[in-house]
């Protein structure tokens, strides 16, 4: 059930001035919200799991939730390098991200306000497609070729 969005000292509103605002809570929401799909997804489930043991997945969560947190609200709360771990993974598909959006697109709508949860889509769109172009630049692969995955249409 979707929490109530309420301003809070690290919360962002809208620019036209509506009500509608998220906090460090609805972060939290989506970022568990997302990762309780992805466990459970027969496709990239495993990948997780064989990437992050059962024991670490409560760091994990705490550093995507810095992660989202910094990408909302440049808050400076990670200072990591995403790039990297991915890089370890090994050969991630085209498949593989667009489940990644499949299921992050719902997560994103039902845990922030509408226009919130927009940015947020098209800021996970750029980052699929960011990394999908620096893991196959790292491989070796043509990328001249690469396109953008499926952006979501929405009427």
Known sequence: MPTA?????NSIGTSTGETDSIDEQA???LVHGFYDEVRGDPLI?????????????????AKM??????????SGRYNGRPLPPHMAIGNI???????WLTLFRPVAR?????????????QAERMADSFRLSLAFNRGDDITS???LPRETRS
């Open 27 to 29: 972060i939290r929401n």
């Open 146 to 148: 690469l396109k953008p």
């Open 110 to 122: 039902r845990t922030l306000p509408p226009q919130h949860a927009a940015r947020a889509i098209m």
């Open 93 to 99: 598909s085209d498949t593989q991200f667009e489940r």
């Open 65 to 74: 939730c810095d992660f989202w947190s910094s990408v909302v609200f440049k």
């Open 5 to 9: 969005f309420h301003p809070g000292p």
């Open 45 to 61: 489930g495993p990948m997780f799991d064989t990437h992050i043991a059962s024991e670490a997945w409560p760091a994990h969560l």
